[in-house]
């Protein structure tokens, strides 16, 4: 494993390297114009003590908030309790009032509702009792995103691949942190040879009540995207539609997304946006993502005022030309799609937008990568690779040894930890590992 090293990398005119206890170098000059840091979220009160008893057996599988913007949040639960109640709890300055007591029908496919008329930039918890309102599931905290104009210091998080490892360590550490929100890359469940909803609803309810995971959706609202295994090995809309109808069912029981298309963005006011696309299902034609998604990401990204604009990318676009990776897989990734991949990136550099960075998983190692080597459209672009949170650690990091393109690379399980701060411009990433332990991290400039 690498020695910890925190290093100041600047989106062009090179890289600078800070240690974690010398003073950085290539730093801007001080001077009038100099960035005022964005002030930090404010503090939240002690955790919401439920009434009532935790029910384990009812309610394994906890629950789960997702895709929450200033005013809503989509709220799911897997029960086979059939009549549920819903109380929803907002923080005050001296601690938890009641916001709204909502019935909600469970069953086989669980419960899914979408919230609204909430507070910006507000503590929450939520949680479902049983009918005879003394049992209880595990509540979940979250907070509502930044309305638009608001800016401060977003923290959140990100992993991928999960599979084996149970209990995924890495994301009860996580949940310790109370992010603002959490992104799950891909690759959440392995449901390789299910075929029907039954099947996936297995894999499912097995990764929801695994302890790293739940700890998790006890602690903040998730932001989810999906990869191949959620549906099955490198699978493709053309051959395997059929399974996929069933899979997407399961995956938007388990894991709540707001609005139709998987690809969507979820803005926190002018600090950060996320991309999220779907880099698995319109592949179609010859096509990586549909000519939908890719206008749509176009034009988002022209039209947004966030400080930081995230793309949340399943597999990476990171071109791995001339490293022992080469041409490893790449019909299954950006790089297999040279025309499309070249159009969005051409598009973020020829239209200067600023801010960009792209998060990925899929690959089984932590990495920070340039997504071009010099001279391509992805240049002055960062890519971070997080996860795997428990599948397999991939052993061909150990041959990315340029530090150039690859300031960080190592074979660990992990979540990454950002601190984007829209004052400084700075992205601050941190590789978490099992044991909560900082593996590498970096600072980006971007
Ligand atoms: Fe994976």
């Not at 539609?241 to 069912?249: F, H, K, S, T």
């Not at 391509?376 to 960062?382: P, S, V």
């Amino acid at each position: 494993m690498p020695l910890t090293r925190r290093r100041l990398l600047q989106s062009s005119a090179g890289l600078a390297l800070l240690s974690s206890c010398g003073a950085p170098t290539g730093t801007p000059d001080s001077g009038p114009d100099e960035p005022v840091p964005s002030p930090a979220r404010s503090p939240e009160p002690s955790p919401w003590s439920a009434p009532g008893t935790l029910d384990d057996v009812a309610f394994d599988r906890g629950m789960q908030v997702g895709d929450v913007g200033p005013s809503g949040a989509m709220i799911s639960i897997r029960t086979a309790e059939p009549a549920l109640t819903l109380v929803l709890m907002r923080e005050e300055a001296d601690g938890w009032i009641e916001v709204s007591r909502t019935p909600v029908t469970g069953g086989d496919g669980g419960a899914q509702l979408a919230l609204d008329g909430l507070e910006p930039d507000t503590a929450y918890t939520a949680c479902f009792y049983a009918p005879d309102d003394t049992r209880r599931c595990a509540p979940s905290r979250f907070r509502t995103a930044l309305e638009e104009g608001a800016a401060r210091i977003v923290t959140f998080g990100a992993s991928s691949c999960f599979g084996g490892n149970r209990p995924w360590p890495t994301l009860s550490f996580a949940a310790a942190e109370q992010l603002d929100f959490f992104v799950l890359l891909g690759d959440t469940v392995y449901a390789d040879g299910a075929e029907t909803v039954a099947d996936y609803r297995v894999f499912w309810d097995e990764a929801l009540s695994t302890g790293g995971l739940r700890a998790l959706c006890s602690s903040t609202s998730l932001v989810a995207t999906w990869d191949d295994h959620e549906v099955g090995n490198d699978w493709s809309p053309e051959t395997d539609a059929v399974i996929a109808v069933a899979a997407l069912q399961a995956f938007r029981e388990a894991l709540p997304i707001a609005g139709e298309p998987i690809w969507r963005a979820l803005r926190w006011g002018d600090a950060v946006e996320l991309f999220v696309l779907d880099c698995r299902g319109e592949r179609r034609d010859g096509d990586y993502v549909s000519p939908e998604q890719m206008a749509w990401l176009q034009d988002a990204l022209a039209a947004s005022p966030a400080r930081f604009k995230i793309i949340v990318n399943s597999v990476p676009i990171t071109h791995f030309a001339g490293t022992a990776l080469s041409d490893y897989f790449d019909d299954q990734r950006w790089q297999g799609f040279p025309a499309q991949r070249e159009e969005i990136l051409a598009f973020i550099r020829d239209q200067e937008i600023g801010g960009v960075v792209w998060l990925a998983g899929d690959f089984h190692f932590g990495l920070l990568a340039r997504v071009d080597p010099a001279g391509g459209a992805g240049e002055d672009a960062w890519e971070v690779l997080a996860g795997p949170g428990g599948s397999f650690l991939n052993p061909i990091v150990e041959l990315l040894d340029d530090t150039d393109r690859f300031p960080v690379a190592f074979g660990a399980f992990n979540y990454v930890r950002f601190s984007a701060d829209p004052g400084t411009g700075t992205l601050s990433v941190a590789w978490i590992g099992d044991d909560g332990a900082i593996i590498d991290e970096a600072v980006l400039e971007v």
